[in-house]
């Protein structure tokens, strides 16, 4: 099994900055892609950025130039460092990780975390 802590959230005024963290716990060989998504009241869950296990990124068009996502995997942790922060980036941030439990067995299961809330408001 494999947990997923997420940390960092908070309020903030607009233009403020986060810096989001996603830690990942218990037995597995490797962690693959890991992503970071967003729910906002009333919307469906969207995905914010990702990361390959070679640091190759993808990002939504809203945060492009704005937030960058990274990864220790040294730690099996992930980040989310988000500036000029906007009202509209309000929602519960997820994480979430594909992981390999055994070298010989190439199956990925994905877990989620549990969020973090992110407000940005005056």
């Known amino acids: 099994q494999v947990q997923l802590v997420e940390s960092g959230g908070g309020l903030v005024q607009p233009g403020g900055s986060l810096r989001l963290s996603c830690a990942a716990s218990?037995?597995?060989?490797?962690?693959?892609?890991m992503n970071w998504y967003r729910q906002a009241p009333g919307k469906e869950r969207e995905l914010v950025a990702g990361?390959?296990?070679?640091?190759?990124?993808n990002y939504a068009d809203s945060v492009k130039g704005r937030f960058t996502v990274s990864r220790d995997n040294a730690k099996n942790t992930l980040y989310l460092q988000m500036n000029s922060l906007k009202p509209e980036d309000t929602a519960v941030y997820y994480c979430?990780?594909?992981?390999?439990?055994?070298?010989?067995?190439?199956?990925?299961?994905?877990?989620w975390g549990q969020g973090t809330q992110v407000t940005v408001s005056l």
């Open positions: 979430n990780a594909n992981v390999q439990h055994q070298k010989n067995w190439a199956v990925v299961y994905l877990y």
């Open positions: 218990g037995s597995f060989f490797s962690i693959h892609t």
């Open positions: 990361i390959s296990s070679d640091s190759t990124t």
